[in-house]
Every structure is written in structure tokens, then in C-alpha cells.
């Protein structure tokens, strides 16, 4: 998940640059299912094994939570219970699904003309996105950053909970490379 969000850090830094705040805003909800989805493997009783499913294929909005519900997004929004995090999920959700976001990014692109008219852009981003919704991006990108390394230290303590990393492999014995 580490790896994920470090990749994930590094792709936005480029969008930033290149100014193209639509895939920015997208690639925020790719942070948020780092906490979303870690989180509920972690507030399951049986973390490892979730993560063994995983590791195996299994998909995780099969699996049943520590609430006995499947962990599709819809519960494990539930499980985490916050409500800044749910308000970001639906804002950058927008830039995910094709949404009303999309339409007024095009629309806010068009250039006026004289007449009345618009000429309208496709292309590469240009400069219409004031740089402080980037500033906002990138701290958002960030709160959600730390939020993951609270996970992380969390499974952490989880791992060590478990005994030695000889326990480990015998409870685990398929865990390495596949």
C-alpha cells in the first residue's frame, strides 16, 4: 500500500507540472482507497489472512469485514466513519466517474468569441486552474498521505502482535514471491 501511495505521489507531482488538474483530482480518490481499503483490512479480525486472500486474487469487496458486510466501498466508507474523508471520496469521485465536472471543465475551457460564440479546446491542459486548487490538491493529497502511514503503523504493530517472522511463515507458508 506504501509502494501504491509513494507511485501515486509521484504521478501527481507530474500532473501538477503539466498542469492537468482533471487527472489530478482523479488520482486524489486513488489515495483515498489506499486508506479506505487499508483500514477495513485492518479493522478486520483477521488482517493477514485478508491480506493473504488478496495476495491470492481474491477481490476485496468479497471478503466480509469485521461487520460480517462485504468491503465494497459503500461500507468500509461506514467502517472508517469520517466525514471530511466521505466529502473528498465524492468531490474527487466526480473526476473518476464522468460527471457534471468533466462538462464544466470543457465549457470553462472554450474560448468566447466576439460573436458570442465559443471555440471550444480538446487537447492537453492549458492554463484556466487557478494554481491555488492545486496548492488544494496537494494538501489534500497529503492529509491523505498521513492517514495512510497511520495504517501502515497500525498494521505494523498488527505484524508484531502475530509473534516472529518464523510464526509468520508457518501460519503463511505461500506468502512469498509468486
Known amino acids: 500500500m506504501l509502494n501504491r501511495a509513494s507511485w501515486q505521489l ?45 495476495r491470492q486474487g481474491e477481490e476485496l469487496w468479497k471478503i466480509k469485514g469485521v461487520d460480517g458486510l462485504p468491503m465494497n466501498d459503500a461500507n468500509l466508507k461506514k467502517l472508517l466513519d469520517d466525514q471530511w474523508f466521505n466529502e473528498i471520496y465524492k468531490r474527487s469521485s466526480d ?10 471543465h470543457f465549457f470553462y475551457m472554450a ?3 466576439e460573436d458570442g460564440s465559443s471555440s471550444f479546446f480538446i487537447g492537453p491542459p492549458r492554463d484556466y486552474i487557478p494554481p491555488e486548487a492545486f496548492d ?17 503503523e497500525q498494521w505494523i504493530a498488527g505484524r508484531e502482535a502475530l509473534g ?6 508457518k501460519r503463511f507458508p505461500h506468502a512469498g514471491p509468486q
Open 164 to 169: 516472529t517472522a518464523a510464526d509468520l511463515s
Open 111 to 113: 474560448d468566447r468569441n
Open 10 to 54: 509521484c504521478g501527481l507531482l507530474a500532473l501538477i507540472e503539466q498542469k492537468n488538474f482533471l487527472v489530478a483530482a482523479a488520482l486524489v480518490r486513488l489515495q483515498l482507497d489506499n486508506v479506505l481499503r487499508f483500514n477495513g483490512v485492518m479493522r478486520h479480525n483477521d488482517p493477514h489472512g485478508v491480506a493473504l486472500q488478496l
Open 136 to 152: 488544494e490538491i496537494a494538501t489534500i493529497f497529503l492529509e491523505i498521505g498521513e492517514k495512510t502511514l497511520e495504517c501502515a
Open 95 to 104: 473526476y473518476v466517474h464522468f460527471s457534471n465536472r468533466h462538462v464544466d
